[in-house]
């Protein structure tokens, strides 16, 4: 039985450094991730955390390969919701390619266990922030500044 | 089997309106799906084409299908026929099925699109290409959603590759 995952792709008319730039840094993550922003160095090896604007910390993990502009690769579990941290963690694995007229950026997450309900959240969340992401790059306004 | 199934939501700054008459026209489909042409009519039972552009190698034909279900500016389920390779043709048992569903959030609408009854034949393990409905799709919904947003769509070259 195939693990659960969630692969999505989208194409901003953008290039992959301010693509990269929007994912890593906080100035620019807090504006189309609901003020949502990760805390680290971006060095492999090194933690990071999710930061909700109230300072709760919602997710966490380890930086397990960091390439810019090109490739991201985080180790992933949810601290926030009982049921999804005990499922355990997860592989985030973030591309960017340059492609004709655009940056193809895809998502690729994929659980460690055989747990469903984390992957289903993210398969939820992941086309929301993605889409606001490519709104704010594009037009210069994310969709939404609240959580939908 | 035809079980597979491929399921890609977005969610644009536009009206339910407004997408719908994109969704639903030659002449914007022929700016964000790398120059294919929809003609549709808009009623249970009616037909619908998806023209490759004139000139282009496309050797998938027009996808002749028929509308199953048709709920202006919320709801469009159609048929997808397009020419197989004699293999393909032979596992196929009946077309495929696309849905179009559009929720009204707000200022924004949620876009979700809804392929099934496939053939695992139908998508493609090389993410390099816009060859298979699961690395079609995304390509013509991100320029349907950047058309919709800035009024310019994303260019892509038409014959697959990049």
Known sequence: ?148 | MQNTEFVYATFIRTTPEKLWAALTSGDSSVKYWMGFRIELEQKVGGTIHIYPPKGSTHTCGDHEGKVLECEPNRKLVYTWNQNDQPDVAAKRSGPSRVTYEITPMGEQVRFRLIHENLLPDDMEKNPNTHRGINNGWPAVISSLKSLLETGEAIAFPSNGGK
């Open chain 1, 1 to 148: 039985m195939e693990k659960p995952k969630f692969v999505y792709a989208t194409y901003i008319r953008t290039t992959p450094k301010k693509l990269w730039q929007a994912l890593t840094d906080p100035a620019f993550t807090r504006q189309w991730w609901f003020g949502t922003y990760f805390k680290t160095d971006w060095k492999p090896g090194s933690p990071w955390e999710l930061i909700y604007p109230d300072g709760t910390i919602t997710d966490t993990g380890e930086i397990l390969e960091a390439t810019p502009p090109r490739r991201l690769v985080l180790k992933w579990r949810n601290e926030f919701r009982p049921e999804l941290k005990a499922e355990g963690y997860s592989r985030c694995t973030i591309e960017i390619e340059k492609t004709r007229g655009s940056a193809k950026l895809t998502v690729i997450h994929a659980m460690e266990g055989k747990g469903t309900k984390f992957i289903a959240a993210v398969s939820d969340g992941w086309p929301k922030i993605l889409s606001n992401i490519k709104s704010l790059l594009e037009t210069g306004e994310p969709l939404a500044k609240q959580k939908l």
